[in-house]
């Protein structure tokens, strides 16, 4: 079953194992162990570069003939041009998300529930959030928190990445967290009007696409990018209204295992605005070099995937790392055949995007999941047949997975349909229960429709779906043999 070397074959061999993490890989403790240090150490360069920042002299030639002053004072006039000199009010208006905070976990962080009970926030962020109660009487007024602490910041947790490490992220407080949303929801809109979509990946794929093709256009990733934006560098390029805004509502201090430490970060990954204010600013320092060195050409940002025209790319490293960010050397690519952005890769215009196992195979889900992978991966592009030397692997694969769930037709097959020219019966169904959101399923409507001018489509906050966690079978109304865009030859004979 071995598949002959080849570019695409060696690629997956390559990174199709790089994120799997199991009882038998480096435990749980050591990742995370591994991730906080990393964290710190980059909080230990966050703070040289705050310093750097605040002694560089406006004369200091950041670019060959281009001055410190001129760069920065460029780049914020980018992004006053994007964003605006002030934050209107409805961008400290967000809304809550279901993830974990400070003061619920995971488990019962449904958006619904965090607009009753009790509440967290850090002493400024209650500042701003005292200034925004007369935007929504509906929710406040009628009822509010039954409490709301004031806490010190964020609480740092990690999760699974990579075979050896985790990623750090952080749990903010409840209130903090609402405007926060609301700050990277207008951050977000205000990018959209320039051709940043930061809801679509695409734009960036078809770049990278470009990029292998005619080496016209080149793809940088950063390390620890979101936790290099130090304060300094924010206040720098962001009007002074901005800047004092997301001092207010960021969290200044991390938890760290009970411990306190005061950031020089503006913000982590878990923050509302994190994505959206590194785009920003990613896009204001590329298209400022490009400008000072007259070259011309696309500029893509979603989040540190960023994409340029190769003419910068010999200066765009050193001017990134001044302002305290490193380049990503493995996963950044200035010249050759191939691109790498947002989850596309790319060697001469040929797709080659690898596909990951990241946990054992224990379920049969597991199994249709990596089979359906293999088959999407084993497409060869302009033609109607799968690689021939994939079907035996597939077809092993196939043989663990009862007959009466083959037939899927790729679209939402996903775990739990085998996508295969076989006449469809039946597929797996995830069972769900719905729960009442009660009141906080009326405040939950009233925040999500505060701003309507019109008749739109209905917001359903009244109830909410759990996952059960285990399957069923669910039987299909028509039998039919999907039509899909490629076969493996014993799909044709």
């Known amino acids: 079953m071995a598949l002959r070397s080849s570019t695409k074959v060696d690629y997956l061999k390559a990174e199709i194992f790089s994120k799997f993490v199991s009882k038998d890989t480096d435990p749980p403790l050591l990742r995370r162990q591994r991730a906080i240090e990393k964290w710190l150490a980059t909080e230990e360069l966050n703070a040289e570069t705050e310093e750097r920042l605040i002694l560089t002299p406006d004369g200091y030639n950041i670019m060959p003939r281009v001055t410190f002053i001129d760069f920065v004072q460029f780049a914020r006039n980018v992004i006053i041009d994007i964003i605006g000199e002030t934050a209107p009010i409805e961008a400290l208006i967000g809304g809550f998300s279901g993830g974990a905070s400070t003061s619920r976990p995971r488990t019962k962080s449904y958006p619904a529930s965090k607009y009753l009970g009790k509440a967290h926030v850090t002493a400024r962020a209650l500042d701003v959030f005292d200034l925004i109660k007369d935007e929504m009487p509906g929710w406040l007024a009628d009822r509010g928190y039954s409490s709301i602490e004031v806490v010190p910041g964020n609480v740092m947790f990690t999760v699974p990445k990579k075979t050896d490490i985790d990623r750090v992220a952080a749990k903010e407080p409840d209130l903090n967290m609402f405007i926060q949303k609301g700050i990277g929801n207008y951050l977000s809109s205000c990018l959209r009007r320039i051709g940043i ?255 309507r001018e019109s008749l739109q489509d209905g917001v359903q906050t009244s109830s909410r779906t759990k996952d059960l966690n285990r399957y069923r079978v669910r039987k299909l109304e028509h039998t039919t043999v999907p039509a899909l865009s490629a076969l493996f030859l014993h799909e044709i004979g």
């Open 197 to 451: 979509n930061l809801n679509d990946q695409s734009n960036n794929r078809k770049f990278a696409h470009i990029g292998s093709v005619t080496n016209s256009l080149s793809t940088f990733d950063l390390s620890s990018a979101s936790d290099s934006i130090t304060t300094e560098l924010v206040q720098q390029l962001l009007p002074e209204c901005w800047y004092t805004l997301l001092d207010a509502v960021r969290c200044q201090v991390t938890v760290i295992d009970g411990e306190e430490h005061r950031n020089h970060m503006i913000s982590s990954m878990g923050n509302g605005f994190t994505f959206e204010l590194e785009s920003l600013i990613f896009y204001a320092l590329t298209r400022t070099i490009c400008y000072f060195d007259g070259v011309r050409g696309s500029v893509s940002v979603y989040g540190d995937d960023i994409i340029c025209p190769s003419g910068i790319s010999d200066i765009l490293p050193s001017v990134f790392k001044y302002f305290g960010f490193t380049i990503n050397l493995d996963k950044s690519h200035t010249d050759g055949p191939f691109r790498e952005s947002c989850g596309g890769h790319y060697h001469n215009g040929t797709d080659i995007t690898p596909f990951y196992i990241k946990a054992p195979i224990e379920r049969l889900t597991d199994v249709i999941h990596v089979a359906n992978q293999l088959r999407k991966w084993s497409s060869i592009e302009g033609l109607s047949v799968l690689n021939p030397e994939v079907e035996d692997i597939w077809l092993w694969l196939k043989s663990f997975v009862p007959k009466y769930l083959w037939g899927g037709d790729g679209i939402s097959s996903g775990k739990f349909q085998l996508v295969s020219y076989d006449p469809s019966f039946s597929r797996l169904a995830l069972e769900t229960e719905r729960k009442n959101n009660g009141e906080g399923g009326y405040y939950h409507w009233l925040n999500a429709t505060w701003d």
